[in-house]
């Protein structure tokens, strides 16, 4: 097998587990109509809807995957959809039947983010009993959709912006703060967010399919919780915040709801035993698993020894690349199989900024995973690595994500590129666009987090 087809192997079985997760799919797997009746197909039972309950069927959604369980919806209810909105981050079908498809900011929002929040919180407010909402949900969506919060204490009001969400937004990405971390703020600073949309839709019925890009298909992390109870707190708010050293990082007004909200002087998220979720369903239709199902599955077809890491990455993607490496090396060293081995494994990591470079996460590990190759010299040969996102979209780049290889680490030192002082200023993208090994896939139209491939010969 020639070195060159060590990346298309590569590239073929990501695609294999991004076309595992195919929202459309995903949605016609799990609903169909019979009649005037909905099958909801979930993980060991069904559940029947009766359609004739209900005067209206209205489609809301946001993320990265919801244009395509858009389409997987329209396609199962056609005319029986009285109206829709949803919101992704590039519209491909600007109108589905009576679903219209919007497109906001990502990863920061911004103005569209507010419209169509209050768009949909509208459109959920005016429901009533005799109302079906099916909502379509994603990673992406705290970025697409944002209604900022408004508090009043002692005749002062305090209405945050658009700008006092980016610029705290802003702080948690830069301070490396765990997307955990990142959507308690968020939820915090938003009416929509964090069991608001369930509130917004109540009394209606919502029936609200969720593709998971969360290590443990939390529901309440997924799009910053739209749907469900927030289990989280102002305090909890107010010590990231101090964590992280951002109290003068952070706007004042964002600061002062803080600390209202710690001192309960204003009403907190939506908790568990609030009558708003009372009728509201959420499934979970896909994750990451089911993608590394599929590539792994294909490996074996391709003769492969197959090892699977199914401990969800995450932490520093700087970190993660080096640990990677050696975990690849360990492997070679070890090899007792007379076939090429995977290693397949699958999460989110994250990057503290440090520089003014151009990058995401993917692309970092996929360098620092090189940066640490370069110290073993030919004993790195015959190891392939790919880290990339599944959305196609990795941080604000074109790309999903990189290869490392020992090949690749020969170009870096013929064309004198140091990659210690791009990994400096995360300038990742700028080092593998110039020795040509970027992975580009274009937005794929689902959203798993990440998927990492080391091939070891």
């Not at 060590?6 to 587990?17: M, R």
């Not at 900011?105 to 509208?122: F, M, N, R, T, Y």
């Not at 610029?167 to 301070?175: D, E, G, M, N, V």
């Not at 990994?423 to 998927?451: M, P």
Request: with cysteine; net charge negative.
């Amino acid at each position: 097998m020639k070195k060159d087809n060590y990346y298309e192997i590569l590239k073929d079985l990501f695609y294999a587990g991004v076309q595992a997760v195919d929202p459309y799919d995903l949605i016609q797997d799990h609903l169909r109509l019979e009649k005037n009746t909905l099958i909801l197909r979930k993980q060991t039972d069904f559940t029947l809807i009766n359609l004739e309950k209900f005067d209206e069927i209205l489609v809301i959604g946001a993320g990265k995957a919801s244009e395509r369980m858009a389409v997987g919806i329209n396609d199962i209810l056609g005319d029986r959809i009285s109206s829709g909105l949803v919101v992704t981050k590039y519209v491909h079908y600007p109108h589905l039947g009576m679903i219209h498809i919007l497109d906001a900011g990502h990863p920061l929002p911004d103005k569209w983010s507010v419209e169509c929040g209050i768009a949909l919180q509208v459109k959920a407010h005016r429901a009533n009993e005799k109302t079906l909402f099916i909502s379509l949900i994603s990673g992406g969506a705290s970025a697409l959709i944002e209604v900022p919060r408004i508090d009043k204490v002692d005749n002062v009001t305090i209405s945050l912006t658009l700008e006092d969400v980016i610029a705290t937004h802003t702080a948690l990405i830069r301070s490396g703060a765990s997307i955990d971390e990142i959507n308690c703020v968020r939820k915090h600073i938003s009416m929509i967010k964090g069991g608001y949309l369930s509130a917004w839709m109540y009394p209606a019925t919502a029936l609200n399919f969720i593709l998971s890009d969360d290590e443990l298909d939390r529901i309440s992390v997924i799009g910053s919780g739209l749907t469900t109870f927030d289990e989280t707190s102002f305090e909890d708010m107010l010590w990231i915040i101090e964590k992280y050293d951002l109290v003068k990082k952070i706007p004042e007004n964002v600061m002062r709801i803080i600390q209202w909200g710690a001192d309960d002087k204003i009403m907190d998220t939506p908790k568990t035993n609030k009558i708003v979720f009372d009728k509201t369903e959420n499934v979970i239709i896909g994750n990451n698993a089911i993608a590394l199902d599929a590539v792994e599955e294909m490996a074996h077809s391709l003769g492969f020894y197959v090892e699977r890491n199914f401990d969800w990455l995450k932490g520093e993607a700087l970190e993660v690349g080096r640990r990677l490496f050696h975990e690849a090396l360990e492997f070679k060293q070890d090899m007792s199989v007379d076939k090429p081995i995977l290693f397949i494994c699958g999460g989110e990591t994250t990057v503290t900024i440090r520089g003014k470079g151009k990058g995401g996460r993917n692309q970092e590990m996929a360098l620092a995973f090189l940066d640490e190759m370069k110290k073993f010299g030919t004993r790195a040969e015959g190891i392939y690595f790919l880290s990339a996102g599944t959305d196609g979209d990795d941080g604000p780049t074109d790309a999903a994500g990189a290869f490392a290889s020992y090949e690749i680490l020969q170009t870096a030192r013929m064309m004198d590129l140091p990659m210690d002082e791009y990994l400096s200023r995360n300038d990742s993208y700028t080092f593998f666009d110039a020795c040509g090994y970027l992975f580009k896939t274009g937005l794929t139209g689902t959203n798993v987090c990440d998927i990492q491939l080391i091939l070891i010969t």
